[in-house]
Each structure stands twice: as structure tokens, then as C-alpha cells.
Nanobody, 119 residues
Framework: QVQLVESGGGLVQAGGSLRLSCAAS????????MGWYRQAPEKQRALVAT???????NYADSVKGRFTISRDNAKNTVSLQMNSLKPEDTAVYYC?????????????WGQGTQVTVSS
């Protein structure tokens, strides 16, 4: 069982920056792929960025060049640095850890943290 706890959300003006962090329990963090998703009101949850256990990253087109995902396997944390924020980045941001259970992909989810970008 993995528990994920996000922090760092808040209210920021357009053009500003925020850094989200996600702390994971467990001693096999380095084997998980990690990611951030977001869900805006009345929209489906959508991928923001992922980072593989080997360090490879993937970003949604809408955040490329503005957001950076990173991980610290020694501290069991994954972070999302968000720069040049736009009002359309407003959403609840969720941390996720991907693994395999019973031969099938499985994702753990955090409780989410609210990010609000004012214009």
C-alpha cells in the first residue's frame, strides 16, 4: 500500500509560479512511475506530467516549457515546478504512483491539492 500526500497548492496571479510536492510512503518508491494529473471543474482528469523510475519525462502539450517534473528517490518525493501560470491551469492537482499489481497496471492517488490562478 502506498500513501501519497500532496502539498504546495494555493492562489497565484497569472504569470506566477508554484511548486507542488508529493510525499510517498513505502520503501519501493524508486520502482514506481510517478505523475501529476489535474482536474478542472466539470472536466475530466487529465495528464500533466509523468516521470519514469529511470527519469524519463513526459508532458502535456499545454504545459511544455512551463512545468518541470522531478523526483528524489532518496526522499520519496516527486515535485512539479509550475512557471508562467495561466488561469486555465486552475484545477485540483493529483499525484499518482504507477506500479503493477497482479500483473496489471495499478495507480495510487493522492487526495489532491487546489491550484488557482487569477487573471
Amino acid at each position: 500500500q502506498v500513501q501519497l500526500v500532496e502539498s504546495g497548492g494555493g492562489l497565484v496571479q497569472a504569470g506566477g509560479s508554484l511548486r507542488l510536492s508529493c510525499a510517498a510512503s513505502g520503501n519501493v518508491f524508486s520502482t514506481y512511475s510517478m505523475g501529476w494529473y489535474r482536474q478542472a471543474p466539470e472536466k475530466q482528469r487529465a495528464l500533466v506530467a509523468t516521470i519514469a523510475n529511470g527519469g524519463g519525462t513526459n508532458y502535456a502539450d499545454s504545459v511544455k516549457g512551463r512545468f518541470t517534473i522531478s523526483r528524489d528517490n532518496a526522499k520519496n518525493t516527486v515535485s512539479l515546478q509550475m512557471n508562467s501560470l495561466k488561469p486555465e491551469d486552475t484545477a485540483v492537482y493529483y499525484c499518482t504512483a504507477g506500479t503493477v499489481r497482479g500483473g496489471q497496471p495499478y495507480n495510487y492517488w493522492g487526495q489532491g491539492t487546489q491550484v488557482t490562478v487569477s487573471s
